[in-house]
């Protein structure tokens, strides 16, 4: 066991009554990070999570929190985790100073700390002001800020969040996403989602899920590389056609080109480069060296949904 990691899960399996929701996954969580599980309904992001809150056991294979094993060592890893589930299950006709309060002596909180925690995380999760307010009269918005101070009242070193904005609208989204951003490092979290911009913007790293199982697990800037083989630069250059046709023709680094009219003494020159290369600086070099006037110069980049479309596609096109 590596003290830099928070998870281990390994081989972890999942069967209901012949239904298999978890098969055979993977996957390490260093300590201060936030991973993304990332999949649409059905994918078992939310069984994953259950097992490593201790809700669910496995039907095989091994999970890991802090060093302790979440089947053989439950209690303890409870104590080291914050857990809000998808539904986010709250007392709607307590107040949210009084809630807070409860869960938090629940959680083992003595009497004084309880008090401070409440005061600390009302503050980050911005309740402050609806202190005494019932919950069940609160918006969706902070009903999901209850429930994210809970899961952190307690201080626990990992957070487990399961669809932690789904039904807030765009305002409520930003500020439940820089709550998120904010806890990294000091904490672990782990978030599922299903939107495919929140693990983009929120996460550190990402594990894409598919029925079950992980078809890739990496960094958002690493996974773009790995897709960079087909990226394009697009260049808007005001020269002579067929010198800028010339020009690409000779340069070992670009695999194919189009030149095409634009506005004015402009052409959009598409080009994609051999292996993924980055032709930015190189085209900037030359047009400068040649005195050929550049309004244009930017590489094309995969979005999460593209890369989420590239590793499912197989196995989609095997089922039809």
Not at 8 to 21: C, F, I, Q, S
Not at 30 to 58: D, F, Q
Request: with cysteine.
């Amino acid at each position: 066991m590596s003290e830099e990691l928070m998870i281990e899960v390994a081989n972890l399996t999942k069967r209901y009554a012949g239904n298999t929701a978890v098969s055979d996954v993977s996957f390490t969580v260093k300590r201060g990070e936030i991973v993304g599980l990332l999949g649409p309904n059905g994918a078992g992001k939310s069984t994953t999570m259950r097992i490593l809150a201790c809700y669910l056991p496995a039907s095989s294979g091994t999970v890991r929190v802090a060093g302790l094993d979440v089947f053989q060592e439950s209690d303890e890893v409870r104590r080291r985790i914050g857990y809000m589930p998808e539904n986010n299950p709250l007392h709607y006709d307590m107040r949210v100073r009084e809630y807070l309060k409860f869960r938090a002596r629940l959680k083992g909180l003595g009497l004084k700390k309880s008090r401070v925690r409440v005061d600390v995380v009302m503050e980050q999760c911005g309740l402050t002001e609806v202190s005494r307010r019932i919950i069940g009269q609160l918006s969706k918005g902070y009903r999901q800020r209850v429930g994210l101070a809970d899961a952190l009242v307690h201080e626990p070193e990992l957070i487990i969040l399961d669809e932690p904005t789904i039904g807030l609208d765009p305002n409520q989204i930003r500020l439940v996403r820089q709550l998120i951003k904010g806890l990294g490092g000091t904490h672990t979290v782990l978030i599922s989602t299903h939107i495919l911009p929140e693990a983009e913007m929120t996460c550190h790293r990402v594990v894409i899920m598919y029925e079950g199982k992980i078809l890739a697990a990496d960094t958002p800037e690493n996974l773009q590389k790995l897709m960079s083989s087909g990226s394009q630069v697009v260049a808007e250059i005001a020269a002579p056609a067929a010198e800028l046709r010339e020009c690409w023709a000779q340069m070992a680094e670009i695999e194919q080109f189009d030149v095409s009219p634009s506005e004015g003494e402009y052409f959009r020159c598409a080009l994609t480069p051999r292996d993924g290369l980055d032709l930015r600086p190189q085209i900037f070099l030359l047009a400068r060296d040649r005195g050929w006037s550049l309004r244009e110069l930017t590489r094309s980049r995969h979005s999460l949904e593209d890369i989420y479309v590239q590793v499912t596609r197989p196995d989609e096109e095997e089922e039809v």
